[in-house]
């Protein structure tokens, strides 16, 4: 006896088909939204503070497991102002940072910072002297570009205790910039910072 096809057995076909490629689709954007919330997260680079590391219209990639910030890594974190923003970490909570050296260079626990790798070419390392201790838990961030760059000198200055940017508003370690192409760059963090103590 022969076995014969229903009518009706191909278009269930199709729609199991097509119910799949639905699910797939969904499954393939729900994963790519949890690794944008969770795990890696684009950047648009909006000012001219990180020139010439950064450009204005640059965009980048941010680890946002990438643990604790340290000296030198840039991070995009929650700004003064509630916006996000991307600087350049200099200090850590217990760090002692100055700009008060005779060779006009910014010093981290007496530790001078040579700045030439990425300070904006003509570029003082500071406009106006400083001495801080950067509490526990704070940040202090200054932008490559320091003359057109309010950071965390300005803020601290203006604002004292609430001028400070915590651990905690940090949202995470920009490691690679990826438009435009032509300028692709995986981050490395300056060599100066390994001599700090």
């Known amino acids: 006896m022969a076995i014969t096809k229903k009518a009706s057995d191909k278009p269930a076909k199709k729609k199991g088909g097509i119910r799949e490629t639905v699910l797939l689709l969904v499954l393939g954007v729900g994963i790519a939204l949890l690794l944008q919330a969770f795990v890696v997260g684009s950047f648009y680079i909006p000012s001219g503070s990180m020139l010439n590391t950064l450009q204005i219209n640059d965009r980048v990639f941010v680890n946002k497991l990438a643990g604790k910030p340290e000296r030198g890594d840039i991070v995009v974190f929650k700004g003064w102002d509630g916006e996000d923003m991307i600087k350049r ?85 920009a490691f690679l910039r990826y438009w435009p192409l032509n300028r692709g760059e995986i981050f490395q963090k300056p060599e100066t910072f390994a001599n700090v103590k």
């Open 89 to 173: 970490v200099i200090a850590v909570g217990g760090d002692k940072v100055a700009y008060s050296d005779a060779k006009k260079r910014v010093t981290v626990n007496g530790v001078p910072l040579d700045e030439k790798s990425y300070l904006f070419p003509g570029d003082f390392p500071s406009g106006d002297e400083f001495k801080y201790t950067v509490p526990q838990g704070k940040l202090f961030l200054m932008g490559d570009h320091r003359s057109d760059s309010a950071d965390s000198r300005t803020h601290v200055a203006n604002e004292g205790d609430a001028g400070w940017i915590s651990e905690e508003d940090v949202i995470g370690k």
